[in-house]
């Protein structure tokens, strides 16, 4: 079983601050899944990262895969309240049928 | 376009009760899993259906059991509701193995309270 932790568990930030969370495992990703769960709602896939090393970015958010891909980062720049959520990472793989998340980060963007 | 959804949104139970949530996707997904969340600690797995026909426990399986009625449909079953039970249920689903992109799609919870 691949060990997920995400870090920090909480983060509350003020509106325009800058924020990074953290996905990291003892075992190496074949790729990774960042999710996003606003409050009342399922969450909702951000982006995927498959190649060590992966930088991608989407609006403020950028995504950073690991060059040995058994980490990934989650980077907001200039953060706006529409950010509060909870940001899940999860491994994905060939024949990856049984889905296990981190426990998450829950960031909280102040206005 | 539905994806997934899951019923009912709210319910009470008192403990010993009984009851069922629903789970059906349209998107003819194979996968499709049962997770709780609770405050502080993400999402569990409950029990997941590779595909249609088979299910299997995942981290938290005790005290639920659950069926795949058929592709569309996976429900979960609480025999007798215990208060630890007191949780948010998801559904999801997604296609068969995994191609880059390949999304995990979930319904919008049930708030499950047992007094």
């Known amino acids: 079983t691949q060990l997920l932790e995400q870090s920090p568990q909480f983060l509350s930030i003020q509106e325009g601050e800058n924020l990074t969370v953290y996905c990291n495992s003892s075992?190496?990703?074949?790729?990774l899944q960042w999710y996003r769960q606003e409050p009342g709602e399922g969450p909702v896939l951000l982006v995927t990262?498959?190649?060590?090393?992966e930088v991608k970015k989407l609006k403020r958010l950028t995504f950073q895969f690991g060059d040995a891909r058994k980490d990934s980062s989650l980077h907001i720049t200039a953060a706006q309240p529409g950010d509060t959520g909870l940001y899940l990472c999860v491994p994905r793989g060939a024949n990856d049928y049984k889905l296990s998340f981190g426990a998450g980060t829950t960031v909280t963007v102040r206005a | 376009n539905a994806g997934v959804t899951q019923t009912p949104k709210f319910q009470v139970l008192k403990t010993g009760q009984s009851m069922t949530l629903q789970c059906a996707q349209d998107?003819?997904?194979?996968?499709m899993y049962w997770y709780r969340q609770d405050p502080g600690m993400g999402l569990r797995l409950i029990y997941y259906?590779?595909?249609?026909?088979?299910?299997d426990k995942g981290e938290v399986p005790n005290g639920y059991n659950v069926s795949r009625l058929n592709k569309r449909e996976f429900s979960l079953r609480l025999e007798s509701a215990a208060p630890s039970q007191t949780s948010v249920y998801f559904c999801?689903?997604?296609?068969?193995?995994?191609?880059?992109?390949?999304?995990?799609?979930f319904g919008e919870g049930s708030w499950l309270t047992v007094v």
């Open positions: 075992s190496v990703f074949s790729s």
């Open positions: 990262v498959v190649t060590g090393g």
């Open positions: 998107m003819n997904h194979n996968s």
């Open positions: 999801a689903s997604k296609e068969q193995g995994f191609r880059s992109g390949n999304t995990i799609y």
């Open positions: 259906s590779a595909s249609e026909g088979t299910t």
